[in-house]
């Protein structure tokens, strides 16, 4: 003789859902964002001692530029001027630009890049300091989104609610499994805690 099954509550039949879906989520987003939480452990490491890698050498140039004059009615073309250095091998975006005394300056910033130029718009004689401060300064920018492009910044803030959804689900996974509940709000109790006293701690 058998009997029959007993139907499962609406609530057993949502957590059963809801565990399914977040274990599927989980597994997959998980390997999507292996790289990006890897690049964002490394380069957290790196930011925080600088002192391992040293700083960059700047490189100091002279000389003048063929386009001068680069006045157009009392104003400075700055486009001009700005591609015209570019032409000597500047890159990066135009951060900072102004005119002080008959000189003017114009700052070019990329990540772990700087150049700065001092620039007579009359004659084109110019002077600037460039420094390139390695690869690990590149990197320590991506991850700071410092003098990166729109795209890499929208870039760093899916990124932020991505791996927010992947520490969800994983909370879910652990929450809604009655094996390892009580044992998952634990280690998160403390965990949070922890968290917590070392913030305080550093915001002395």
């Known amino acids: 003789m058998t009997t029959a099954r007993r139907p499962r509550s609406k609530?057993?039949?949502?957590?059963?859902r809801a565990?399914?879906?977040?274990?599927t989520l989980h597994l997959y987003l998980s390997l999507l964002a292996f790289l990006t939480l890897l690049f964002f452990a490394v380069t957290g490491l790196t930011l925080n001692h600088p002192e391992w890698f040293g700083e960059g050498a700047p490189r100091k140039l002279s000389g003048t530029l063929p386009g001068a004059p680069y006045l157009e009615g009392g104003s400075v073309d700055w486009l001009r001027l700005a591609e015209d250095l570019?032409?000597?091998?500047?890159?990066?975006?135009?951060a900072d630009r102004g005119e002080a005394g008959e000189e003017v300056w114009i700052s070019f910033r990329a990540p772990g890049y700087a150049a700065d130029a001092q620039v007579?718009?009359?004659?084109?004689?110019?002077?600037?300091?460039?420094?390139?401060?390695?690869?690990?300064a590149v990197l320590n920018d991506l991850h700071k989104g410092r003098d990166t492009p729109g795209g890499?910044?929208?870039f760093l803030d899916l990124s932020a609610l991505f791996?927010?959804?992947?520490?969800?689900?994983?909370?879910?996974?652990?929450?809604?499994?009655p094996k390892s509940r009580r044992a998952?709000?634990?280690?998160?109790?403390?965990?949070?805690?922890?968290?917590?006293?070392?913030?305080?701690?550093?915001?002395?």
């Open 86 to 94: 570019r032409a000597l091998g500047l890159r990066g975006r135009v």
């Open 11 to 16: 609530a057993g039949a949502w957590r059963s």
């Open 163 to 177: 791996l927010a959804l992947v520490s969800l689900t994983g909370l879910l996974l652990g929450v809604l499994l």
């Open 120 to 136: 007579d718009p009359r004659t084109g004689a110019y002077r600037m300091v460039v420094t390139d401060y390695g690869l690990v």
């Open 152 to 154: 890499w910044k929208l």
């Open 184 to 204: 998952a709000l634990l280690v998160l109790g403390l965990g949070g805690l922890l968290f917590l006293a070392l913030a305080l701690y550093a915001a002395r």
């Open 19 to 23: 565990y399914t879906l977040s274990r």
